[in-house]
């Protein structure tokens, strides 16, 4: 191993001004929860698995529905939008069926149809399939996988059932057809990735893909 | 007998000193919708008049408080996100950074200085703001009460006093803003801090932002050793400093003045150059030292070397600056797109620079990495560009690590979503081949729209997932040390990495080798 001359470098410190942070309980509550939900693998998730409970559901729903005006970190809101729908109580539902509807970005919409999948709730069957006609592909995909997590729940017959309600009948078709695919299981084969010189330029596509 | 020589130089676009870096979060206009107007809201959100009209009608009514109220005045799902992602409702529990600027416009070196931190809020609550600073130290924070007042005023200055002004060179301050109701809000912004001399010369290595100074990178290419730094002029004066486009350079072993001198030279900078009154000017400079070449004779032994770089005023003053240059340990990052088509053309060079945000990581710690840009398509890709289990991130290594060029697999997905991690390495180490479950990593892409609605990526965090799972599989494990790396729950700000024993188990990872 080459000898190097200086590998650790005394570096310049200044001190830090901090506050009390114990006059300010709900911001300490909200510090130790970013901790938490920002876990890089799975090893992680397990300690926040232990530590996560439904007392902490309002301030994950106030997590789940920070976004742009927020800076808000994407990860951790993806992350709070699933323990919703583990907890799956009816404020954390309609938290759920707001953000799948209404937040602007549709990684999170997309987390949020995961989630109202993975709560098992058949009334969420017609949110998850109207989805699947997003031609955002993190939306579309993350809305064909909740349908099949809700069917893994609670059965295809009664997913279907909860579409068909809606009376529309182009959108059961599509259910259908994404519940039927999933059952496809792909063959596992070795590929390769292709070189970017290979390809063309990535699209345009400066502003967020509208939900048709 | 063969001599280094000046391969290339280039002038490089500057930045304005209080948006310094292309990093930086833009300001927002965000706020609470009773005080948008119809025409505010409309600009803001990009939605047609008529509709803000209605919205800004029914918001003075004290009726909306969540986006399920504005969808009862039947408007496009579309129009309510775009207005919920610039105005804050009634009640809204969410609070908004929308600027963050020095308050005299500029900061300038070893003085005080203060930030003023403007928000809102459609609830305002005690709590605090924070600011974390990047510099070329050891990260500082500062910290200060706020009350529901500042909200009303609009805005909050958070000071710097006389021990803790920084030097010359660029700062990147992380502001948080927390209140007790739970809610939070970040932005980001890098200043230029100016000289009060008033006038100096800095290097740094060259093709990533560089917050603080560290090691310039000696590569090898086509035989010879390459060396590329950014050469930055910085102005602490109210005129502009016409400078002769010439500059001189001496390669030393040892420090500079007192070890000895390897090789000098001159070159010069294309143009006429003028640093700008408050202002920047950086130029780029590629020496080029062929085989028998004192510089490569000394890097090729492994040996630092120190580099100064000089140029004069046209005024006839001069001014230098310094950097040691030496050879790195080096790896290689296949870094693959999964679901290629839907990375928009921003998505795409944010991506890229994320990458430099992590070459930046393991070059201050003098290991360097090499990229080999590569994609699945989305046909190709199927489910695996929503990875929703670890088994599923495995069955994406199994299926698609490769080529065989010893380079790491790193898969970049649309999404890792209802599952515990955002990030997953193979193995710890990972395996010196591309077969098997656990050659790879895989990272979700951290996408998100900003406020104008564009799609983006979140660049210094996933320069940093990208560097904590790369450091997994180079051998790295979690640590609880403050600032790391490999922090378990690691933010965009914590990236430093130890010399032992992490830089030493990097080193002996199969795919790393040295230059």
Not at chain 1, 148 to 166: C, P, W
Not at chain 2, 341 to 350: A, G, N, R
Request: charged residues 20%; aromatic residues 6%.
């Amino acid at each position: 191993m080459p000898k190097r001359t200086k590998m650790e470098s005394g570096e310049a410190t200044r001190p830090s001004t901090l506050v009390n942070h114990a006059l300010l309980p709900g911001v300490q509550e909200r510090e130790q929860l970013n901790r938490l939900l920002r876990v890089h693998d799975p090893d992680g998730d397990v300690t926040a698995a232990t530590e996560i409970s439904a007392r902490y559901a309002p301030i994950l729903r106030q997590i789940a529905a920070e976004g742009a005006p927020a800076g808000a970190d994407p990860v951790v809101r993806k992350r709070a939008i699933a323990w919703l729908g583990r907890f799956a109580a009816p404020d954390d539902m309609n938290a759920l069926v707001a953000l799948a509807q209404y937040d602007l970005d549709p990684n999170i919409r997309g987390a949020a149809v995961l989630s109202l999948g993975a709560s098992g709730a058949q009334l969420a069957a017609p949110i998850l399939a109207a989805a699947l006609r997003s031609s955002d592909l993190v939306e579309s995909v993350s809305a064909s996988k909740a349908l099949g997590a809700l069917a893994d729940r609670i059965g295809a017959e009664r997913v279907l059932a909860s579409i068909s309600s809606v009376r529309d009948a182009a959108l059961s078709r599509l259910a259908k057809a994404a519940l039927a695919a999933r059952a496809a299981k792909p063959r596992v084969r070795k590929r390769s990735s292709t070189n970017a010189d290979d390809e063309g330029k990535p699209r345009r596509r400066a502003k967020s893909r509208r939900r048709k | 007998m063969s001599k280094t020589a000046v391969s290339r130089v280039k002038t490089v676009r500057v930045l304005p000193i209080t948006r310094y870096s292309p990093y930086d979060s833009p300001a927002l206009d965000v706020r609470p919708l009773t005080k948008h107007t119809a025409r505010s809201l409309a600009k803001a959100s990009r939605v047609p008049l008529r509709v803000a009209s209605k919205v800004v009608t029914a918001a003075r009514r004290g009726a909306l408080r969540s986006t399920s109220h504005v969808a009862q005045l039947s408007m496009q799902p579309e129009y309510i996100r775009r207005i919920a992602g610039v105005a804050l409702f009634d009640g809204d529990p969410r609070v908004a950074i929308t600027d963050v600027l020095p308050t005299r416009g500029r900061v300038m070196s070893d003085r005080p200085f203060q930030l003023r931190v403007s928000i809102a809020s459609g609830a305002p609550a005690n709590g605090l703001v924070r600011v974390t600073t990047e510099w070329a130290g050891k990260p500082f924070v500062i910290e200060r009460f706020i009350t529901v007042k500042d909200f009303s005023r609009g805005y909050v200055d958070v000071p710097f006093d006389r021990t803790q002004t920084l030097p010359v060179g660029p700062a990147t301050f992380e502001v948080q803003l927390l209140t007790d109701a739970g809610a939070q809000a970040t932005f980001r912004v890098t200043c230029a801090v100016l000289p009060s001399n008033p006038f100096s010369l800095s290097i740094s290595p060259r093709d990533h932002f560089v917050t603080g100074s560290f090691s310039a990178c000696a590569v090898r290419s086509g035989g010879s050793m390459v060396t590329a730094v950014t050469v930055t002029l910085s102005n602490g004066n109210a005129t502009a400093v016409a400078m002769n486009t010439g500059f001189t350079w001496e390669f030393w072993d040892g420090p500079v003045g007192s070890g000895t001198r390897v090789e000098n030279g001159t070159g010069s900078f294309p143009g006429s150059i003028s640093v700008p009154a408050f202002g920047t000017w950086s130029g780029w400079v590629v020496f080029t030292s062929p085989p028998g070449s004192g510089v490569f004779n000394k890097l090729d032994g492994k040996e630092d070397l120190a580099l100064k770089i000089g140029m004069t005023r046209a005024s006839g003053s001069s001014v230098s600056g310094e950097i040691t240059v030496r050879t790195m340990f080096r790896f290689g990052l296949n870094i693959t797109r999964v679901g290629s088509e839907s990375f928009t053309s921003l998505e795409y060079s944010d991506l890229y620079a994320a990458v430099d945000v992590t070459r930046t990581i393991y070059e201050r710690r003098d290991v360097t990495l090499s990229v080999d840009r590569r994609h699945i398509t989305n046909a190709q890709a199927g489910g695996f560009t929503v990875i929703t289990s670890e088994s599923e991130a495995r069955d994406l290594f199994e299926q698609w690590s490769g080529p065989n060029n010893d380079f790491i697999d790193v898969f970049v997905v649309p999404s890792i979503s209802g599952t515990g991690f955002d990030g997953l390495a193979g193995d710890i180490p990972g395996p010196t081949s591309h077969s098997g479950r656990k050659s790879g990593v895989v990272v979700d892409k951290s996408g998100f729209v900003d406020g104008s609605g564009n799609a983006r990526l979140n660049i210094p965090y996933l320069g940093m997932l990208i560097g904590h799972e790369v450091g997994h599989y180079l051998g790295l494990s979690h640590v609880s040390t403050a600032g790391n790396l490999m922090l378990s729950s690691s933010g965009a700000t914590d990236t430093a990495l130890n010399y032992d024993p992490q830089y030493r188990t990097i080193i002996r990872h199969g795919w790393v080798r040295i230059d």
